[in-house]
T-cell receptor
Framework: DTEVTQTPKHLVMGMTNKKSLKCEQH?????MYWYKQKAKKPPELMFV???????INESVPSRFSPECPNSSLLNLHLHALQPEDSALYLC?????????????FGQGTRLTVV | RKEVEQDPGPFNVPEGATVAFNCTYS??????FFWYRQDCRKEPKLLMS???SGNEDGRFTAQLNRASQYISLLIRDSKLSDSATYLC??????????FGTGTRLTVIP
């Protein structure tokens, strides 16, 4: 079983809604990631937090807003999304040690924007 | 040019066959390399890291060729349960982990 926990597993939201995706890990990892995956496509990197600071933002629209309240938690706040944002949103974490970046994924949140 | 390129397949092989996947990467400064397995509607799961010296885990062997900038995965004695999508991943820069498009494998009885 994955040690990265994501909630909710499924989410349906309207284009005017505000919602948040949550991710939690207790492996002591100091890097956490958000990926977006569309059907039959690979995961696309959105954000990376390293030691609770945003280190990478892959030109993601501002309607996606990440937050890292502490080293174990990662949130993704959603506002005014579009139907094309419907996808599987995956959280991952990895250690920060000498380039060892074996990343472990949560089960994902399947998001549908209507 | 994409960071990571991978043949999407599909590969349809009989049980017991040996199958190999390749993946090329564009950034020569890439530092770490991985193979992941993803089942339908599930999250990617780490299969193995790929080291310069090559590494083996049971029926699975991974190789890295830095000069030609590719990594490979060999699966021997394929099982029905090996049917999945296999994703290569390349780490470039600090925690910048990019995935290939994935190769779909179906093992046929």
């Amino acid at each position: 079983d994955t040690e990265v926990t994501q909630t909710p597993k499924h989410l349906v939201m309207g284009m005017t809604n505000k919602k948040s995706l949550k991710c939690e890990q207790h492996m002591g990892h100091r890097a956490m990631y958000w990926y977006k995956q569309k059907a039959k496509k690979p995961p696309e990197l959105m954000f990376v937090y390293s030691y609770e600071k945003l280190s990478i933002n892959e030109s993601v629209p501002s309607r996606f807003s990440p937050e890292c309240p502490n080293s174990s938690l990662l949130n993704l706040h959603l506002h005014a999304l579009q139907p094309e944002d419907s996808a599987l949103y995956l959280c991952a974490s990895s250690q920060e040690a000498g380039g060892n970046t074996e990343a472990f994924f949560g089960q994902g949140t399947r998001l549908t924007v209507v | 040019r994409k960071e990571v390129e991978q043949d999407p397949g599909p590969f349809n092989v009989p049980e017991g066959a040996t199958v190999a996947f390749n993946c090329t990467y564009s950034n020569s400064a890439s530092q770490s390399f991985f193979w992941y397995r993803q089942d339908c509607r599930k999250e990617p799961k780490l299969l193995m890291s790929v080291y310069s010296s090559g590494n083996e885990d049971g029926r699975f062997t991974a190789q890295l060729n830095r000069a030609s900038q590719y990594i490979s995965l060999l699966i021997r004695d394929s099982k029905l349960s090996d049917s999945a999508t296999y994703l290569c991943a390349v780490q470039t820069g600090a925690n910048n982990l990019f995935f290939g498009t994935g190769t779909r494998l179906t093992v046929i009885p």
